[in-house]
């Protein structure tokens, strides 16, 4: 019996451009058969946040007042010339202009191809986040032991 293919991603940025590409591989390889795993971490829990916008959650006066500078899904920065917020909403313009799925398509996409989303614990800690904090379709919360088996016999890329 042939072995199913797997990729297992490390989501640690919360750039919208690399977001995207987290996305994009995940529905893709997820679509074509692939088991696909998503761990995501500091930076990148952003795109698996419950409130897509800023907002002050997380335990403590820092951790809350980090989680709202880092925002949610809808308010991750472009990595390069992001010029005051703009360049997301012109990305997204653009790739709509080309026919290319933008992030919340492809995020909605991951999502329906059943891909596993999967948070890490020791960023969440260092954050005040629990897995309340996140979207219902988190499968679990785990440390890098767990999600490197997890990840066994598959390829792993880090984004």
């Known amino acids: 019996m ?3 293919n797997k990729l297992s991603i490390i989501s640690m940025s919360g750039d919208f451009d690399k977001v995207i590409a987290v996305f994009t591989l995940a529905s893709g390889a997820a679509a074509v058969g692939y ?3 998503i761990f995501f971490t500091f930076w990148g829990l952003n795109s698996i946040k419950k409130v897509t916008g800023r907002s002050f959650i997380g335990t403590g006066f820092m951790a809350r007042f980090f989680n709202f500078l ?6 991750l920065p472009l990595s390069r010339l992001n010029f005051w917020g703009l360049s997301p909403i012109l990305m997204t313009s653009m ?3 080309k026919n290319v799925a933008p992030l919340e ?3 909605d996409a991951s999502k329906a191809l059943k891909v596993n989303f999967y948070a890490c614990e020791m960023a ?3 954050l005040g986040l629990t897995k309340d904090d996140f979207i219902p ?3 679990d919360v785990l440390g890098v032991a767990s999600f490197l088996e997890l990840s066994k016999g598959g390829q792993t890329l880090f984004i």
């Open 95 to 97: 790739m709509k202009g």
């Open 124 to 126: 969440m800690h260092v």
């Open 105 to 107: 398509e492809l995020f």
């Open 35 to 37: 088991e696909v795993n």
């Open 137 to 139: 379709e988190v499968k």
């Open 70 to 75: 880092l925002g949610g899904r809808k308010s």
């Open 2 to 4: 042939a072995e199913k």
